[in-house]
């Protein structure tokens, strides 16, 4: 890690002393060349499904006469045009969130239905691989925030697990009561995260195997948009994983009313 000055000298009148200004621009450089790569990233997420469609359209051209192929790549490009909607929804959901100072629509969100909102949206997924999605502890609690934006955070996990695990395992959704917080976590029995990855799965685009996230659908925007949603929430999210056996990702936001034990009604007896 190297730090970078900018240094300006100034003459102090006619006394032969000077003034010198160092001024640190190791962060400025920092957050120029992130957006510098994002720009390139994007541009090379955007080209990549763009130029398989013209190739395809191409092809097809080339094979008008052939009914059986024509339908073969007619289904790719839809592979493709799909791929490309991802992309651009969840760009949309990252530059609506990321940096903003509060959440768009705020109030109580009963997580039992938010986490049962997520797992709705990936059940077909779910099922195609056998995978059993349970929830639990979900019931009675409450957080403060945007409820289309938790269940996206929420499906955004499931849809990962999902994603890395094998057929034929179990992805639980649970929560629990943590303070003034509600801690929800998603658990996979899946690949895992290599230990010096588990850091870098929450920046934009970082895959840590890129052939595999793409043939599953994954557009590298799923983790960068669940901790711009915590973040905006005042809350964090935070990985455990261990190669090989699997990943708990835990979403931490605030309670709704500051507590997230529900608190019993006192009858006042007279
Ligand atoms: P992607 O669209 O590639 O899934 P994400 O931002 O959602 O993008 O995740 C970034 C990377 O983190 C993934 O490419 C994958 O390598 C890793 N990852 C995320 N969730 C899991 C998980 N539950 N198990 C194993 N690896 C995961």
């Not at 080209?47 to 192929?69: F, H, M, N, Y």
């Not at 835990?250 to 009313?257: C, D, E, I, S, Y």
Request: glycine letters at 8%; charged letters at 20%.
């Amino acid at each position: 890690e190297s730090t970078t000055f900018a240094v300006r000298v100034a003459p102090l009148g006619s006394t032969g002393q000077v003034l010198v200004l160092a001024e640190d621009q190791t962060e400025r450089l920092r957050v120029e060349a992130v957006r510098r790569d994002f720009v390139a990233n994007v541009s090379h997420e955007l080209k990549t499904p763009v130029g398989a469609l013209s190739l395809l359209a191409e092809t097809i051209q080339d094979a008008a006469e052939d009914p059986e192929a024509v339908n073969r790549f007619a289904g790719r490009m839809q592979h493709e045009a799909a791929r490309l909607t991802y992309l651009v929804q969840d760009l949309i959901t990252l530059s609506r969130i990321q940096g903003a100072e509060a959440i768009p629509t705020p109030g109580p969100v009963p997580v039992d239905e938010a986490v049962h909102e997520a797992i709705d949206r990936c059940n077909t997924k779910a099922a195609s691989k056998d995978i059993t999605l349970v929830a639990g502890g979900t019931e009675g609690l409450n957080v403060w925030g945007d409820d289309e934006l938790l269940v996206t955070a929420l499906r955004n996990l499931i849809d990962n697990a999902v994603a890395y695990s094998p057929e034929h395992t179990r992805v639980v959704v649970s929560a629990r009561p943590a303070g003034e917080a509600v801690e929800v976590s998603v658990s996979d029995q899946g690949i895992g995260i290599p230990e010096g990855a588990q850091e870098r799965i929450f920046e934009r685009f970082f895959r840590v195997d890129a052939a595999r996230s793409r043939a599953t659908g994954g557009t590298g925007l799923g983790l960068a948009i669940v901790k711009h949603v915590a973040v905006a929430h005042g809350g964090e999210v935070t990985v455990w994983s261990k190669e090989g056996s699997g990943s708990t990702f835990t979403l931490r936001l605030p309670a709704f009313g500051g507590v997230a034990v529900a608190v019993p009604r006192t009858t006042s007896t007279p």
